[in-house]
Every structure is written in C-alpha cells, then in structure tokens.
C-alpha cells in the first residue's frame, strides 16, 4: 500500500474573481490548449500545468502506473489568498473545498481531502475547518508556513490549534509566499533555497514557540522532509543552549526533546538525506509524499524508499503508508 500525502490539486474552473471580489492578485485559470492550462495572475503566466492538476481520471491512471493506492489532496499554495479580505478568500475557500469533496465522494477509494481556510482571520479559520471535519468529511486541511507577518507561533493562531485539537483535524504545513526578487530571481532559487528554508523557519518557530507543549495532541506533517531542518537541527540546538536569551524566551524546552512530536514528508531526493530524515524525525514520523503533479515532485512516488537497502519491510511498510494512516487518523480497511 502506498499513501502519497502530498499531491496537489485544482479545479478545472472557478469564477473570475476579480469581477467577483473587485479587486487584482487573484489566480484564474486559462485553457488554452486541450490538455494543458495557464494559471494566470494579474495578466502573466504563474505557472503551466496539465490536466492531472485538475482530471481526477488522469490521476488514478497515473496512480494505477505508479502503484499509489491513495492520493491526499490538498489546494496549490499560491491559492492560499491569506493577503486577501478574509471574507473574500474564505468565499474562495468554500468554492475549492467542495470541488474538492465532490472529486473525494466520487473517488472515496482512492483520494482523501485536505481542505483549505482563511487563516489571516482565525475565526473565520476555525469556522471553515469545523465545515472541512463535520460536513466535507476531510481528517485535516493544510496551511502555509506563514501567515502574512505571523509566523506560526503567533498567539493570534492559537484558537486554530486549540480547534485542530478538539476535531483530530490534522494540519499539513506547506512552505509558501517565499522571496523572489532580488538575489532570490534567478536559478529557481526561490523553489530550490526559498521553500527549504520557509519550512525550516516553520518548524523552529512552533518548537521555540510552545506549540507542542501548549497543544499537545496536535497533529502537524511539514513538507519536503522538513526542509534544512533535519541537517540544522544541531546548530538550532546550540544556538538554543548557549543563547537561550534568544532563542528561550518563549519556551525553556530544548528543541531536540520535541523530536518525535510531529511529522513530515519523505520528499528529499536523495537516500542519504531520507536516512538522516528517518533518524531525525523518527521512523513514526516520516511519511510518502511526493508533491504531484508537478516536476520538482518524486517522479516515481516512493521509489526513493523501496530503493533503501538499510530499510527493512516494516520500516518501508510505515513510511510508505502506516504512518501517514496514524497522522490522518484513519484505517486501512477503509480503503480495501
């Protein structure tokens, strides 16, 4: 069995939201070829993407190639809209989770959903989530790893975490809104460096924060194995214990004793970096994710762990589909 927590998904199509809300920033989505599409912002291309972003049929081929038995499918991060009127992206938020329940019910074999909320307005967050859990039937929603100046240590989220721990609703962080001009404008550098680091800041900002000890029941999975975390883990360490002054003012835990409190994906790309990654984080801990259907994704979805020599069964059984089952809370028979 394989479980890909990370995949991508959109609507084939969605109103046009600058006539809808007033106001440019907006993605829309321009078919201009059979089989492909333009995601469009403000008149320029964001992105080109194919048909498996948004044909569930072409999926579950590709799925069926690959052997992925399910697909947890979450919105493109850039569709977060968090520095848009609250009221506005969650009007969004509803349009993009009910296409996504719709593909889920249709599919219920083989897709799980995670939705997504308006978290630049914790109320309307917690509102959203509530609908996502008890009406849409989603084990969680994803989030990006800032929201506008809040850092997700930020008191002001602190109702989202206490709702995500009332409902079991598990919460995949997802790097977002990373630099991109500047020093940042060529190489890819903002996908290669920006997203790596947008994680790690995440990470370190819940750990030095508190979270885990003020929400403990709280479930969080951080994508692309965690981004510098697991190799910088150390130094976050050191600077902890030699200036706590800095880094212990909100939380006078060690870092590392935190280890085996959350999760992340397997999306590494290299067996020395998912070894380190399973150490660090835990075999419990690290589960198949592959970021489909884009390039930058695991091509062959969990080949980098089948590939593992030093893995036994039973570990390759966990990463590639018991843990993600544990983080989701859910059960294998119901997917049989």
Known sequence: MKIDLHSHILPKEWPNLKQRYGYEGWIQLHHHCKGEAKMMKDGNVFRVIQENCWDPQVRIQDM?????????????????????????????????????AATVHKHSKRFIGLGTVPMQDPELAVQEMYRCVKE??????????????????????????????????????HPWDMKMDGRMSKYWLPWLVGMPAETTIAICSMLFGGIFEKFPKLKVCFAHGGGAFPYTVGRIEHGFNIRPDLCAIDNKINPRKSLGRFYTDSLVHDPLALKLLVEIIGEDKVVLGTDYPFPLGELKPGNLIESMEEFDNALKEKLLAKNALQFLGLEKKQFD
């Not at 499918?73 to 993009?96: E, G, Q, R």
Request: glycine letters at 6%; hydrophobic letters at 45%; proline letters at 5%.
């Open 64 to 100: 069926d190639q690959s052997g992925v038995t399910l697909q947890v499918l979450s919105t493109v991060p850039v569709m977060f809209n968090y520095w848009a009127k609250p009221k506005d992206t969650l009007d969004l938020c509803h349009i993009l989770n009910d296409d996504l």
């Open 136 to 173: 849409l039937g989603f084990p969680g929603i994803q989030i990006g790893s800032h929201i506008n100046d809040w850092d997700l240590n930020s008191q002001e989220l602190y109702p989202v975490y206490a709702a995500a721990e009332k409902l079991s609703c598990a919460i995949f962080v």
